[in-house]
């Protein structure tokens, strides 16, 4: 019967990449499993369950990544849920420990990016993100911009015009996830830069630069969950815990001419409200969170859905530096999306991974002192948004 604590016994992470070194997605997602189960100290066959995200890819993706470690018979699904997807694998892997199907269970994310902004597959069927370019287009006007930019400029516009945050609070968000990545070795972008380099880069579509988007980015990330009796049993019972997740997905309100809800703010607030509540914690409590940062404007926004300030403080919380350390709650100690980088299927699982270093005290020079209660926040468009409440063991 299921014990009602699933714990994260063994995480692992490739370094991130640019699609230019030619990494692959077979050998990448075989580095992050082996250090995960190196890790919580269980081999392959002690999986009774296997959960993989990714976007980029054909179809059963995640059996033939996993080819090389061995053919168990395991049950492998894959899960497509756009930039959600490795959370959303993580969701099912602890539903299945919660219900009691499976006691170890390992929840995959990579992804072969190309170079490039994002773009779909398939032009000879309805678009997925149809009804998001309808809303981007009402605010900015008809364009032939990227997509993603697109729809993240449309909040970022709206998000000016109602709260009057500045593009340089923009920048900020910048520098600081390229100093916090300083200190992460497997991030892409590790060079500092400051804010008039953030707004003096070529603009894709304003309020957005080049330096406030996320990198096309190939890399896995891995990690192993395990009920609390597996976790005894095996002498892993000091592994962080989860406390309450929760994954939430479109309302009407996304496609009502809202863009800062289109991109998912108010779906984060509903994921993060009912993980809050599971784990029975407040805002206040939360140390360090890894949140998606695909561009500045998000994190601002995210700042507000996560509730970590009440709705128009995002600023005050930038430029008062109550994001980063010696602040209230350091945000993307791993540099984030924007200087980490966005393997889009390796997101969740890398944000779980940077969260149970932090609070097992392993993250060396990025530490978040006396971190003991971790979120992490991922978000695809058209839409799901994950959000996770980890707690340190006692």
């Given amino acids: 019967m299921p014990d009602g604590i699933v ?86 892997a602890r539903q299945a420990i919660l219900g009691g199907s499976a006691d170890c269970v390992l929840a995959l994310g990579f ?57 340089e609070a923009y920048a900020r968000i910048a520098v600081k996830a390229r100093a916090h990545a300083a200190s992460n070795p497997k991030a892409v972008f590790r060079e500092p830069i400051t804010v008039e380099e953030v707004l003096e880069s070529r603009e894709i579509i304003a309020p957005l630069t080049k330096l406030q988007c996320c990198p096309p980015t190939s890399g896995a990330a891995a990690v192993v969950l395990a009920s609390d009796s597996f976790a005894r049993t095996r002498g892993l019972n000091a592994a962080p815990a989860i406390r309450g997740m929760a994954l939430t997905t479109d309302t009407p309100s996304a496609f009502e001419g809202s863009a800062i809800a289109m991109v998912g703010s108010d779906i984060a607030r509903s994921a993060a409200d009912k993980a809050y509540a599971e784990a029975n914690i407040d805002p206040s409590d939360i140390d360090v969170v890894e949140l998606h940062d695909c561009f500045t404007v998000n994190e601002a926004l995210s700042y507000e859905a996560l509730r970590l300030v009440p709705g128009g403080e995002a600023e005050r919380m930038i430029m008062d530096g109550d994001n980063t350390y010696g602040g209230q709650v350091v945000t993307n100690p791993s540099g984030g999306l924007l200087a980490k980088g966005h393997p889009l299927g390796a997101t969740g699982p890398a944000q779980l991974t940077e969260l149970v270093t932090q609070l097992r005290g392993q993250a060396g020079a990025r530490q978040v002192d006396g971190a003991r209660i971790g979120v992490q926040h991922n978000v695809g468009l058209n839409g799901a948004a994950v959000v996770t409440v980890l707690e340190q063991a006692n």
């Fill in 111 to 167: 992804e072969q990016m190309p170079a490039g902004a994002l773009s779909l597959f398939f032009e000879d069927r309805a678009g997925v993100l149809d009804r998001h370019v309808a809303v981007s287009d009402a605010i900015l006007g008809p364009s032939d911009h990227p997509l993603t930019p697109k729809v993240f400029a449309a909040a970022g516009r709206e998000h000016m015009q109602r709260d009057g945050i500045s593009a």
């Fill in 7 to 92: 714990r994260i016994v063994g995480v692992g992470m490739t370094r991130f990449r640019r699609p230019s070194e030619g990494a692959r997605y077979e050998e990448l997602a075989e580095e992050a499993v082996l250090q995960a189960l190196a890790d919580a100290g269980v081999s392959y066959s002690d999986l009774d369950q296997i959960y993989a995200g990714w976007a980029y890819g054909d179809t059963t993706s995640a059996q033939r990544a996993l080819l090389g470690l061995g053919m168990t018979g395991v049950p492998i699904f894959n899960v497509n849920n756009a930039c959600a997807s490795g959370s959303s694998a993580a969701f099912l």
